[in-house]
Every structure is written in C-alpha cells, then in structure tokens.
C-alpha cells in the first residue's frame, strides 16, 4: 500500500460537490453537486463520461448504485429520488417525493429489488423499485444520516444526529439493536465482509467498530483531529479509512490491529493528503488505492 493517487483527479465546474458513489465494479463514479447536477466519471482517467445529468432543483445530498450497476438513485436537499440509467444519464422512472424534508441516505438492498431512504424528518423508508412505499420504519430521535443493508436484505442500520446506531429488520422496521457510544452525529457507517462487525464514524473526530455478535465496542476508539466524515473498507476487510475536516487527510488502519491495541499503533499510514469530497470550487476528486500489504 503506497497511498498514490489510482488515475488521474476528477475536476469538475465551479460548483460544490456534496456526494459521491463508486460503481460495484470500481471503474466508475458518480458525483452529485450543489448545483443539482449528476455527474458520471471514469475512475482510470479522470475524464467525464459525458454531459452532466439534470433533473434536480436542490444540491444532490446521497447516491447509491444498484448492485447490478444499471440504475443509480440519488437524493436531493428537497427530499426527492430520482433513478437514472448510467449508461443515457436518463431517468428511468418518475421522482419519488419522500417526505423526508433533506435526504441524507439512499441504498439499495443487495438484490437490488428495493431501497431504503433517511433523512431529516427521522424517518427510514423502504421503496420497490417502481416507487411504492413499503415500509415506515421509526425509533430515531433525529435525522437519519446514513444507511446500510446485510448481505441476505433481512436488516437495516442506521446513523443518527442522536449519535446512535440501529439495527431494523428490513421486514416489518422492528428494532433489534442500538448501538450507543459516539457523542456526536454518527455520520458514515459500514458492515465488514464477515458481517461480525460495523464500523462508524462520527463528529465526535472518532471511528468505532462494534461486535454485532454482543453488540458492543471494540476496541479503543480511533481518534482523528476533527469531525469524521467518511469512511470506507476494501473487500477483505483488512483496513478501514476514515476521512474528515482534520487538514484534508484520510487515515488507514489495520482492523486487526484496532481490536487489539489504541492509538497511532494502529495506523497502516500516517495519512493520505487528499482533497476534501466536499471541497470548495473549483472541485477535484482524488481516488486512492487501498491495495497491498
């Protein structure tokens, strides 16, 4: 692992970029800007793929592709879905006017035959894939800012402005789990391969992996400098990297190291220099590999 730069950075027109989501296949990404355009690039050499998308009103807040790669959803400040087909930068189905107030989470399930929403109203929905609210899911006491599915569809869990995260089953939105321990808002969070763990991060400049088996922290914390607003893990689960506002760096640790020891022992790499996801124009994207020993 050398932290270099995978590609060329992806510099798009004077305008905030506020989300961003990778293709299953990590040959493409798409950015949702202020301005309420989508955009489509090539990760291997940072070039647009083609004219931007138009459809919102209001600065595009979540994205998500589907599993199979042929749709992407995407969630506006004004509360609307919007489904595209990456492939035209069409829209393959009517807007989906949620009721969340601002979207802040959009995921499909693993199959790809459904999805959920969160957003600032506190809510969880679920939709099917031609727009028809399946399920409710309540409990948050604030926004809900991030969402994940398991592998077999059958749970949900959520991040919340009430520094909580829970477990749902997908079903009929009972509550299994809450997860409680970060001070702040949980803003990312993420199930390792094996799903025995999650991991989250949070304002409170910390990342937390719990066990799912006990439903408790492991670990020490892994602190940063400032409010955490991203992180990520490869397909083998061996690292995690988080990233926030602390001097434009992401930080890669070893999962193996974290469940075991605290502090910088844990750290793969100092940190990455890196332009912030939501950057000031003009804007530029970096990608970064996360491959190797």
């Known amino acids: 692992m050398d932290g270099g730069p995978v590609g060329e950075p992806l510099t798009c027109d004077r305008t905030w970029v506020m989300s961003l989501a990778v293709s299953p296949d ?59 087909n990456p492939n035209t930068g069409r829209q393959i189905a009517p807007p989906i006017e949620t009721a969340h107030g601002v979207l802040f989470a959009v995921k499909y399930s693993p199959r790809g035959d459904k999805f959920a929403s969160g957003g600032y109203d506190r809510m969880i929905r679920v939709w099917s894939k031609d727009g028809k609210l399946l399920i ?46 970060h001070t702040n808002t ?6 390792f391969p094996d799903e025995r763990h999650l991991v989250s991060a949070s304002e409170d400049c910390s990342v937390c992996i719990w066990d799912l088996n006990t439903n408790q922290q492991v670990g020490d914390p892994l602190l940063h400098d400032d409010e955490l607003s991203a992180i990520a893990i490869p397909s083998d689960g061996r690292y995690i990297a988080s990233a926030g506002s602390d001097k434009k760096k992401i930080y890669v640790w070893s999962f193996e190291a974290a469940l075991k020891q605290s502090g910088d022992q844990v750290r793969v790499r100092a940190y990455l220099a890196v332009v912030s996801i939501i950057s000031n124009w003009p804007c530029m994207m970096v990608t970064h590999s996360l491959t190797g020993s």
């Open 26 to 84: 990590q040959t493409m990404v798409v950015s949702g800007s202020a301005d309420g355009r989508l955009r489509l690039w090539n990760v291997k050499d940072g070039g647009a793929v083609s004219d931007p998308w138009e459809g919102h009103s209001a600065s595009v807040r979540c994205l998500d592709w589907s599993p199979d790669t042929r749709e992407i959803a995407s969630g506006s400040q004004n509360g609307t879905i919007r489904r595209w």
């Open 136 to 181: 409710e899911i309540k409990g948050h006491d604030s926004s809900v800012s991030r969402l994940c599915w398991s592998k077999d569809g059958a749970y949900i869990f959520s991040g919340s402005g009430n520094m909580t995260v829970r477990k749902w089953q997908s079903i009929d939105g009972k509550e299994l789990v809450v997860l409680r321990g």
């Open 186 to 191: 949980v803003t990312s969070i993420h199930l």
